[in-house]
């Protein structure tokens, strides 16, 4: 049994050490303790009874979900708890390994993106117009299918529901393959700047790519990823013009056209040097006055993410795999795979009158 892994299933269940110990008989905290640090053995007996105990095939203990996202960025709230960040961070976990073992059958687009230094002389804003080009967009084009144009070139965006402290997060799986996680719940315009910016992250600070200097802290990473965000989605060449003189009936103008937030906007504008202090204080002060701070009128339009969606299908429909077929297949219990891919139900047809 891999320590590790032990440790994984028991905070999934949101057990402590001391909670397993007590419903475990034979088991006690400090032999648990030493275990799961990699300083002591359990009997195959105790084992048994602990994976029993814990729903998780006896397989899944050989594998490795490790406990540390690699090269993972955040764009969330300063105040998360503990216990939050674990039973988000553990989802994301299994959504990476998900990927990696389905790689095993099936192919993922691959990534296409050329990811750049700004150490190497290349600004945040040519990084974010050059990847625009990649993406063949035009210089004036709003990105429209965000997650579908992203999926196309390699980068695998999954839908979580979490707590609002978090917007999303990217991060390589152990194979090499990009993903994204957002906040399901969030509006639409907020979720496209979310991906974006973890799409700068992607793109910028990816140490696998090339080594970032030690000066080039979360902080300037995640301004980077901002500024990254707000280039890709609006691009200043094509926007600031139209960000002087502004008016709250430009800013919905705006909205509809770029499919971003009006927050995004008037801080755009800020950065821009198209509205000063005063202004853009006034602005904030009329947006939380009409309650646009908490929900902004007009909704935008967002696609949804099919990569892994597909890949469920392909092995359900095309493989003509079950659930159960599933379970063994990746070593997890059926309820996890099930709240991952929220499989369809379909609807049942009742027989009521025989002829």
């Known amino acids: 049994m891999n320590f590790k892994q032990l440790t994984f299933a028991r905070e999934f269940r949101g057990l402590s050490q001391t ?24 009997s195959e007996q105790l084992q048994e009874k602990i994976i029993e105990h814990l729903g998780f095939p006896k397989e899944f203990y050989n ?16 105040v998360i708890t503990k216990a939050d960040l674990l039973k988000f961070e553990q989802r994301c976990k299994l959504v990476a390994y998900l990927v990696d073992e389905m ?4 192919e993922w687009p691959e990534f296409k993106l050329t990811p750049l230094n700004t150490e190497d002389g ?11 080009k990649q993406l063949k967009l035009d210089t004036d084009e709003p990105v429209k299918n965000i997650m579908s144009l992203l999926e196309s070139n390699g980068i695998i965006i999954y839908e979580i529901v979490a707590l609002d402290k978090f917007d999303g997060i990217s991060f390589i799986s152990k194979k090499g393959y990009p993903i994204i996680v957002i906040n399901k719940s969030f509006s639409s315009d907020r979720k496209r700047f979310t991906i974006a910016h973890e799409l700068g992250h992607i793109l910028m600070h990816d140490e696998r790519n090339f080594a970032i200097s030690e000066f080039r802290s979360e902080k300037i990473k995640e301004t980077e990823a901002n500024m990254f965000a707000s280039e890709f989605l609006m691009p200043e060449d094509e926007i600031k013009n139209s960000l002087y003189g502004l008016n709250l ?4 103008t705006l ?5 971003t937030s009006m927050a995004s906007i008037l801080r755009r504008a800020k950065d821009l040097k198209c ?12 947006l939380s006055r009409l309650g646009y701070k908490k929900h902004e009128p007009i909704d935008v339009f967002i696609d949804k993410p099919k990569l892994l969606n597909k890949a469920y299908d392909i092995f359900t429909n095309d493989l003509d795999y079950n659930i159960n077929d599933l379970s063994k297949y990746f070593r997890l219990p059926t309820e996890i795979i099930n709240e991952i891919f929220e499989p369809k139900k379909e609807p049942k047809i009742r027989v009521l009158n025989r002829l």
């Open 275 to 286: 509205l000063d202090d005063n202004r853009f204080k006034y602005f904030n002060i009329e």
């Open 122 to 132: 290349f600004s945040v804003k040519k990084i974010a117009n050059y990847t625009r």
């Open 19 to 42: 909670e397993l110990s007590q419903e475990i008989k034979g088991l006690s905290q400090s032999n648990l303790s030493k275990f799961e640090k990699g300083l002591a053995t359990l």
């Open 103 to 106: 790689a095993q059958t099936l």
């Open 255 to 259: 909205k509809s056209y770029w499919l």
């Open 63 to 78: 594998e490795k979900i490790y406990n540390v996202l690699e090269s993972s960025n955040y764009r969330k709230k300063s």
């Open 249 to 252: 009936k430009d800013l919905a």
